[in-house]
């Protein structure tokens, strides 16, 4: 079974930067590809940035430049790096194990970020 728990969020300023940590428990995290995922309201989640299992990494256009993702197999947890934070970024980020490259159902409890103008 995988668990997944993110932590990090908060508020924030225009401009300034977080970090949000995904730690997950169980054994098929260092075989798949992890994703981050975003909330905002009234929009549907949309998927932020993926790394795969050797580091390499995807990125929405609008995060593009000022998040970074990135893992460490050995302590189980994935990162993502915010910088440059936009209003528009506000939202509860989630974590998820990607199976076949989808998001699977394995999904943490979300952590929120709000940035203020």
């Known amino acids: 079974q995988v668990q997944l728990v993110e932590s990090g969020g908060g508020l924030v300023q225009a401009g300034g930067s977080l970090r949000l940590s995904c730690a997950a428990s169980?054994?098929?995290?260092?075989?798949?590809?992890m994703g981050w995922y975003r909330q905002t309201p009234g929009k549907q989640r949309e998927l932020v940035a993926t790394?795969?299992?050797?580091?390499?990494?995807n990125y929405a256009d609008s995060v593009k430049c000022r998040f970074t993702i990135s893992r460490d197999n050995a302590k189980k947890t994935m990162y993502l790096q915010l910088n440059s934070l936009k209003p528009e970024d506000t939202g509860v980020y989630y974590c998820?194990?990607?199976?076949?490259?989808?998001?699977?159902?394995?999904w943490g409890q979300g952590t929120q970020v709000t940035v203020s103008s």
């Open positions: 998820n194990l990607l199976i076949g490259w989808l998001a699977s159902k394995y």
């Open positions: 790394i795969d299992t050797s580091g390499v990494t």
């Open positions: 169980g054994n098929i995290f260092s075989i798949n590809p």
